[in-house]
C-alpha cells in the first residue's frame, strides 16, 4: 500500500499536472521508501501505515518527492541507470557495466535531505546476538 493518495500527490505537485500512472509511481516510491528505512520501528495499522501523524505526513511527503523524481527520470523501471551514452542519430545506446559510481541515482536527493532533517535515515537497526 502506498504512503500517499492520487489525491495528495495531485496536491503536492499543484500547479503541474499528475502524471496518468501516478498510482503506479506512488506504489514504487513506497517501495523504495521501505527499502531506505529497512530496520527502522514505528507502530503500524492494519495496512502497514504508520499510526503517529507526524510519521504519516512525513511518510506522505517522501513518497510524493520520490514519485515526482521517478517520473522526472522518465525511466519508471530503471532499465535505463545503467547508460553511460545515448545518441538519437542511428540509435547508438552504450551502458556501463555497472551502477555503482555511475549513472543516476534511482533515489531522489530530496527524498534523502528529507529523511536526514526528520531524524529518519540512515536507519541504525538493532542486530540480535
Given at each position: 500500500?502506498?504512503?500517499?493518495?492520487?489525491?495528495?500527490?495531485?496536491?503536492?505537485?499543484?500547479?503541474?499536472?499528475?502524471?496518468?500512472?501516478?498510482?503506479?509511481?506512488?506504489?514504487?516510491?513506497?517501495?523504495?521508501?521501505?527499502?531506505?528505512?529497512?530496520?527502522a520501528v514505528y507502530k503500524t495499522d492494519s495496512d502497514g501505515?504508520?499510526?503517529?501523524?507526524?510519521l504519516a505526513a512525513v511518510f506522505r511527503e517522501a513518497v510524493c518527492i520520490q514519485a515526482?523524481?521517478?517520473?522526472?527520470?522518465?525511466?519508471?523501471?530503471?532499465?535505463?541507470?545503467?547508460?553511460?551514452?545515448?545518441?538519437?542519430?542511428?540509435?547508438?545506446?552504450?551502458?556501463?557495466?555497472?551502477?555503482?559510481?555511475?549513472?543516476?541515482?534511482?533515489?531522489?536527493?530530496?527524498?534523502?535531505?528529507?529523511?536526514?532533517?526528520?531524524?529518519?535515515?540512515?536507519?541504525?537497526?538493532?542486530?540480535?546476538?
Amino acid at each position: 500500500m502506498a504512503y500517499a493518495t492520487v489525491e495528495e500527490f495531485t496536491d503536492y505537485l499543484d500547479p503541474d499536472p499528475v502524471p496518468a500512472n501516478a498510482s503506479r509511481l506512488l506504489g514504487r516510491a513506497s517501495t523504495k521508501l521501505d527499502k531506505l528505512l529497512t530496520g527502522a520501528v514505528y507502530k503500524t495499522d492494519s495496512d502497514g501505515l504508520p499510526t503517529d501523524p507526524a510519521l504519516a505526513a512525513v511518510f506522505r511527503e517522501a513518497v510524493c518527492i520520490q514519485a515526482q523524481y521517478i517520473d522526472s527520470l522518465g525511466d519508471e523501471t530503471g532499465a535505463m541507470a545503467n547508460v553511460s551514452q545515448m545518441e538519437l542519430g542511428n540509435q547508438k545506446i552504450v551502458r556501463a557495466l555497472s551502477v555503482v559510481g555511475s549513472g543516476t541515482s534511482r533515489v531522489s536527493p530530496d527524498l534523502i535531505d528529507l529523511l536526514q532533517t526528520k531524524g529518519l535515515w540512515p536507519v541504525y537497526p538493532y542486530t540480535w546476538g
